[in-house]
């Protein structure tokens, strides 16, 4: 493996530069003439039209894309390994005559493809994907031929934009079916930097926010109220965002439910703002522009009752007191419960703790 060259999350592709070498045995050719270097045994393209190459379909492209001498730069060479015998006296030129049956073939190839990955991201952005490129031999030489697995070379940087690689193998598709061919994959584990930054923490942030309205007077209560509504913008915005630069999934992933979580609290913060007001027995003024203004005491205004079964069992100011309760204690409790369950669930995401693909 030479280089990543591009990890297309959204249109689930994965372009690789890569390297291929093929090496077989031809048992119904013999040579003449081996050298002992096998560089000065490459073949020219008159005698590659006489051997058999092997068809090797890259299964995962989109049009199954195969391993030719005809598409691309090809070095075949031939290693000198087994005896030879001489030509016998009908011959006049005295020739050393190998059997291809002892003496290997090898082809080296360098291909640049795209191949199809599906990217799981219930667990985005703790993941881990696995990505290969699966090679499989022709239909009608599945039979009498079989590929075996040898060596997987990682000659790119480990560390990538997004990711990094964590692990690397060349093995059989199927290990109890070894005619459907071989595969090479690739383990690559997400870079959590970017999303702290620009998912999380801002979250952190805006939610502190949030927390800090409850400390507000009553009095405030449009200014409370007008806080809490903005945050609640801003993370839906920033929801909108994670969700365009990633692929639609009809399942919900571990950054949607953060967010969603985000979007709640605010609007809990609102709710219980909302109920506060609606019970405040200090009626007789208000917050005009910032400055308190007393209004006409002559004027009774009476809260609209609701039938509820709650405001009949209990009086205002109990549900008052019992809003500010929940809005200064229970909802940072939760806040606080939710937040280190979602963190350590995710940490067993990322170190492989819980199994994610």
Not at 273 to 287: A, G, K, P, S, V
């Amino acid at each position: 493996l030479k280089n990543v060259i591009e990890i297309s999350e959204v249109n689930h592709l994965i372009e690789l530069k890569f390297g291929i070498t093929l090496i077989w045995y031809e048992n119904r050719v013999k040579y003449h003439n081996l050298k002992v270097k096998e560089a000065l045994n490459a073949l020219s393209d008159t005698e590659l039209q006489s051997l058999w190459i092997p068809y090797i379909i890259f299964a995962n492209t989109d049009n199954e894309d195969a391993v030719t001498i005809y598409d691309t730069r090809s070095t075949v060479s031939v290693k000198r390994e087994g005896s030879f015998v001489r030509s016998g006296p009908e011959i006049a030129d005295e020739i050393e005559i190998f059997q291809g049956k002892e003496n290997r073939i090898t082809m080296s190839q360098t291909h640049s493809k795209k191949f199809h990955c599906t990217y799981l991201l219930q667990f985005f952005p703790f993941d881990t994907q696995v990505c290969s490129m699966k090679l499989k031999l022709d239909q009608f030489d599945q039979e009498t031929v079989e590929m075996i697995p040898d060596v997987l070379d990682l000659q790119s940087s480990t560390e990538l934009t997004q990711y990094f690689i964590r692990s690397w193998s060349l093995t059989y598709t199927q290990k109890n079916a070894t005619k459907l061919g071989i595969k090479m994959e690739i383990v690559f584990k997400r870079r959590l930097t970017n999303e702290l930054l620009t998912t999380y923490l801002p979250t952190f942030l805006l939610l502190g926010i949030t927390y800090a309205t409850t400390f507000f007077k009553p009095f405030f209560f449009e200014a409370a109220l007008t806080v809490n509504l903005t945050v609640m913008l801003v993370i839906t915005t920033l929801f909108i965002s994670v969700m365009e630069k990633l692929p639609p999934t009809s399942y919900v992933r571990m950054v949607d439910v953060w967010l969603i979580f985000g979007q709640l609290i605010p609007f809990v913060e609102v709710s219980l703002l909302t109920i506060m007001e609606l019970y405040n027995e200090d009626m007789d003024r208000i917050n005009h522009h910032g400055e308190a203004r007393k209004i006409n005491s002559s004027v009774k205004i009476i809260a609209p009752k609701s039938p509820n079964f709650f405001e009949s069992l209990l009086a205002g100011s109990s549900i008052t007191k019992w809003a500010k309760i929940t809005e200064s204690r229970i909802v940072p409790s939760l806040v606080l419960l939710f937040t280190s369950v979602y963190w350590i669930f995710g940490v067993c995401c990322y170190w492989d703790i819980v199994s994610t693909y």
